[in-house]
């Protein structure tokens, strides 16, 4: 067998950070495996991701519903704020789109905890 070294991984690109206060919540399992999806997904200038419960939960398996009571989970905590969106389609007709989810600074759920 012919040795082939692992491919570098460009840090920016391959990689998230987690902050540490995240384990001083007791968040569930659940809400943490969605959480930590949403901050992989995120525009990491705007703080801002839209995937769709359906991909959250293939990313993170588990269904759409289960991801939708993690998301109001991560909601309460103060994690994240979400905003429901539209989209026209080719007729004109206006439909819902996904949520798009602003990921909040930690302190304010850690101040939230606190209290």
Excluded at 58 to 85: F, G, P
Aim: include cysteine; charged fraction near 20%; hydrophobic fraction near 30%.
């Amino acid at each position: 067998m012919k040795y082939t070294p692992r491919p570098k991984h460009d840090p920016v690109k391959n990689y998230f950070q987690l902050p540490n206060e995240i384990f001083l919540l007791g968040l569930s399992p659940g809400a943490l495996a969605v959480y930590s999806y949403l901050l992989c997904c995120e525009n990491r200038k705007t703080y801002q991701c839209w995937p769709s419960y359906k991909t959250i939960g293939r990313a993170v398996r588990m269904s759409a519903n289960t991801v939708r009571k993690y998301v109001c989970e991560l909601e309460e905590q103060r994690l994240i704020s979400t905003e429901s969106t539209t989209v026209t389609i080719k007729d004109g007709l206006t439909r819902n789109s996904n949520l798009l989810y602003t990921i909040r600074p930690i302190q304010l759920a850690l101040e939230q905890f606190s209290k």
